[in-house]
């Protein structure tokens, strides 16, 4: 186990040197830096005030260059600046990754739950589970953006329960939780398909075992054989999809984001790409790639859990 | 506009107007959606305490600097807490904010001299109006005013534009309240301060001299925001909640009129569809017009919702267009300009996509502007004009109804704009059909504005038409845009903002003339000239120049839009809740 952990921890920081070294050098070659964005904005610049302004920015050198300056200026701590933001990049980044961690804890497990819920249902009650798949296909089918502000216009606009985006003003777990009801709710339900249908799958399957029959054969309740024997069997496939979900979420909530107007890491990135914030940009994609394979690995530590035969694997 | 920028003042000069328009991306498809609604009943409105307005906007300031980058956002936000020298009203006249009075030659404030290597040059006085504070009790004094000069000056601070600080070469204190600014040259405007504004010395100051390198990242205006001793409007900023909003409050310290409002939440919804949903939702009171919905957005919002909002759209100073690549031999055809002029219903369009409320443009000059010529050559929707103007250039129809010239050469152009902005695509397409009508082929070539303006326009890599937008101050001399010096070319480091490469003359003297013109017939005059010009030559296709559309609650009174770049948020203490 501790072989895999630091097998894996190894894998990441070769995984994340490499993708500093990319992203940058895809930053630098994109069209513009960021005094063209800055002339974009305010043309009364001049081509002497440009010069000057990438000179003090060091953009005046070259891009090889510019990455060994900000990788040294990583190892020795030091994330640099926002410059769409004006702060150091890792000050706009954690209130950024706490919304989106919040944001992703509750939606995926409302998602597992009521995904799993309802493969459990599927999986036990074959009559219904057309309909568990008839919801899981309109679930996955419907867009982000679409549920999402179908969800605005009647909770927040026409019944007036829950806001309609944005964060608490006041402070207080309830305001917190009335903001994140329907972000929450959207990315659930968009989420949730893919939870029903893989469990449904795995429980048909793992009920069809021998060793369900052979639990049977020693008395065990349907109850018994449900959780005991074919859940952790069944488990194994939803946390695979659950760690990749986590690691996709982390960067990929955009959509509900941009709808619920919540800051958070998908519109952070992309706002940086698109804005030149270097620093901002690259601190955000590498703390995506950590989160992604710190899930994957946690997804493999808990198989393992579940499965004693991965153990030895 | 360079070296040979011809004005000091900041409000003067052209803006690219890029950031404001920038909507719906990710939502366009939920929009008709939530159009299709019926009128919503509020939800979340908070009637009884008024004493907190939340204004919802599109974008969030980069910076709370006033002097570090020019963004639309930032300046509404710093209007309600830091006050400039001047700045021009809604009525579009220049008017001493925090100072006592602008300078003039008649009334001794202004007085020319002599300026280093014997240009003609002038100098001002500006009084600072008694009483006016920073949050934290300290005084605005010369000393604020000496700073901010001190910095601007030195290129190390990183300032945004220097020109004004090139031009200002000594700023002497007189007493407490009172500085003498020397200019380097005598324009027109001269009495406009634009971006030169008091900073607190007794905050900024030691910063800027421990690093000047470093003062941009480490002024406390971005590292200490809700300090009081930045700000000293009528309102200070009391939280920032990065790319989500900033919340305002009433500054103790301010000695105007009170404002009516203790605190002011400003929003930052980038989605338009989410804006309008919270704003129906009654999570925002307001939609700033300077930041808010687009037109055909707010028209269909005016529609559902009928009388509980108030709207109110003010023409501004965005001016729509179509630049036309000079160097393309098609269109360096005066002619074929003209008839593509002529082949565009302007009024058609503004009527189906706009409700009528856009300004039809003649020129790049606004009708509401003071210098705008009333008898400039207009180009009405006349296809049968387009039709013998393009056979005079030698473009016949032919056998498929597009035109070609004596070589066999169809009259096709391509027609580029920013991807992803519906309202010009919409445009788009609708002149598409209307020059197709007239036997002229376009084809649409759009691409993503940071392509479209880094590469594409400030390279002149377009090869036929390209519409946009700028964003001009009032009579603001239009050199960037229209001087030849001012064509973007490789070996000045692309700078410059004449893309269509027009090359006049005469052109050329007006705008070096119209600056040093102090004589306001005379300039006048000027200014006649150079509509006409424009007119006739039509290096940009004039279509209309924006109406900001406004949202405001039934409650509120006082708003004042300006329909330029001193916004409305300057005069936030006379907004008054009912």
């Not at chain 1, 600046?81 to 992703?104: D, I, K, Q």
């Not at chain 1, 249908?197 to 069809?208: D, N, V």
């Not at chain 2, 939702?281 to 307001?286: H, L, P, R, T």
């Amino acid at each position: 186990m501790a072989r895999l952990i630091a097998a894996r921890l190894a894998q990441m920081a070769v995984l994340l040197a490499l993708l500093s070294f990319a992203a940058y050098m895809l930053i630098g070659l994109m069209p513009g830096d960021p005094v063209d964005l800055a002339i974009m904005a305010d043309p009364r610049l001049t081509a002497a005030d440009a010069a000057r302004l990438r000179a003090l920015h060091g953009l005046d050198q070259p891009l090889l260059a510019r990455y060994g300056a900000w990788a040294l200026a990583v190892l020795h701590g030091e994330f640099g600046f926002s410059r769409l933001y004006a702060r150091p990049a890792a000050a706009v980044l954690w209130p950024a990754l706490g919304s989106t961690l919040v944001l992703l804890a509750a939606s995926l497990s409302l998602a597992i739950l009521v995904g799993v819920g309802l493969g459990a249902l599927a999986a036990l009650r074959p009559r219904l589970a057309p309909f568990v798949e008839a919801l899981a296909l309109l679930g996955q089918a419907v867009p982000t953006f679409w549920l999402g502000m179908l969800l605005i216009i009647l909770f927040a606009v026409d019944l007036g329960w829950l806001p309609a985006g944005g964060e608490a003003d006041a402070p207080g777990l309830l305001a917190a939780l009335r903001f994140l009801a329907l972000p929450v709710a959207t990315l659930a339900i968009a989420n949730l398909a893919a939870y029903a249908r893989h469990s449904a799958a795995a429980l048909e399957t793992a009920l069809r075992e021998p060793w369900i029959r052979s639990a049977r054969a020693r008395g065990a309740s349907e109850e018994q054989v449900l959780w005991r024997h074919a859940a952790p069997n069944a488990a194994v496939p939803v946390l695979t999809i659950a760690a990749l979900d986590a690691g996709a979420l982390v960067s990929g909530a955009l959509v509900t984001e941009t709808v619920f107007a919540r800051p958070g890491m998908g519109k952070l990135i992309y706002d940086a790409v698109m804005g030149n914030d270097y620093n901002l940009a690259l601190l955000a994609l590498l703390l995506t790639a950590a989160v992604t394979v710190l899930s994957g690995l946690a997804a493999d530590l808990a198989q393992r859990a579940l499965d004693p035969r991965l153990r030895d694997a | 506009m360079p070296a040979a920028e011809p004005v000091a003042a900041a409000p003067r000069r052209w803006y690219r107007w890029r950031m404001r328009r920038r909507s719906t991306l990710l939502l366009a498809g939920t929009l008709p959606l939530s159009l299709a609604r019926p009128l919503a009943r509020p939800a979340l409105a908070q009637p009884a305490a008024r004493d907190t307005l939340t204004i919802g906007i599109t974008q969030f300031p980069s910076t709370f600097h006033p002097n570090i980058e020019a963004m639309v956002a930032k300046s509404y936000v710093l209007g309600f807490c830091h006050r400039p020298l001047t700045a021009y009203d809604a009525d579009w006249k220049l008017v001493p904010m925090s100072c006592e009075a602008l300078p003039t030659l008649e009334n001794g404030l202004a007085v020319r001299e002599e300026a280093p290597g014997g240009k003609p040059g002038l100098r001002l006085t500006y009084r600072l109006r008694e009483g006016l504070r920073w949050g934290d009790g300290t005084p605005v004094s010369s000393a604020d005013l000496r700073f901010a000069w001190e910095a601007g000056r030195d290129s190390a601070t990183g300032f945004g534009g220097a020109e004004f600080y090139r031009s200002a070469h000594a700023l002497d204190v007189v007493d407490a309240r009172t500085v003498t600014l020397h200019l380097d040259k005598v324009t027109f405007d001269f009495a406009s301060m634009g971006d030169f504004v008091p900073l607190p010395a007794h905050i900024e100051r030691a910063r800027w001299e421990a690093d000047r390198h470093g003062y941009r990242s480490r002024s406390a205006y971005e590292t200490e925001t809700a300090n009081p001793g930045l700000w000293n409007g009528p309102f200070r900023v009391a939280e920032v909640q990065p790319g989500a909003g900033v919340t305002l409050e009433r500054n103790p310290e301010w000695r105007g009129p009170e404002p009516a409002f203790r605190r002011i939440r400003i929003r930052t919804v980038e989605n338009t569809a989410a804006l309008e949903a919270q704003l129906l939702a009654g999570q925002v009171d307001m939609v700033a017009g300077e930041l808010g919905l687009p037109l055909d957005q707010t028209l269909a919002l005016q529609r559902r919702t009928g009388e509980r909002f108030r709207f109110a759209f003010r023409s501004g100073l965005a001016y729509e267009h179509i630049d036309c690549n000079l160097d393309t031999p098609i269109l360096a055809d005066r002619r074929v300009r003209q008839a593509l002029l002529h082949a565009a219903d302007r009024a058609r369009i503004n009527e189906r996509l706009f409700g009528g409320k856009q300004t039809i443009a003649q020129t790049s000059v606004n009708p509401l502007d003071g210098v705008f010529d009333e008898g400039v050559r207009r180009y009405p929707y006349d296809p049968a004009r387009a039709a013998a103007l393009l056979e005079e250039a030698g473009w016949r129809p032919g056998p498929d109804g597009l035109r070609r010239n004596a070589a066999g050469e169809t009259l096709s152009l391509s027609l580029m704009t920013t991807a992803g902005n519906r309202t010009r695509e919409a445009v788009q397409q609708v002149l598409q059909g209307m020059w197709r009508q007239v036997g002229v082929e376009t084809r649409i070539r759009n691409e993503p504005p940071r392509v479209f303006f880094s590469e594409t326009m400030s390279k002149r890599r377009f090869a036929g038409l390209a519409q946009y937008a700028w964003l001009s101050a009032p009579e603001g001399v239009p050199r960037s845009t229209l001087h030849s010096d001012e064509i973007p070319r490789a070996e000045r480091n692309w700078s410059g903002q004449n893309y269509t490469g027009f090359r006049n003359a005469e052109m050329d003297a007006l705008l070096e003339a119209l600056p040093i013109e102090l004589d306001r017939d005379r300039r006048t005059a000027l200014w006649h000239r150079l509509q006409a010009i424009y007119a006739e030559e039509l290096p940009a296709l004039p279509l209309w120049f924006y109406a900001d559309a406004h949202i405001w609650p039934q409650w509120l009174e006082g708003v004042r839009p300006t329909g330029h770049l001193n916004l409305s948020t300057l005069w936030a203490e006379q907004w008054r809740g009912r």
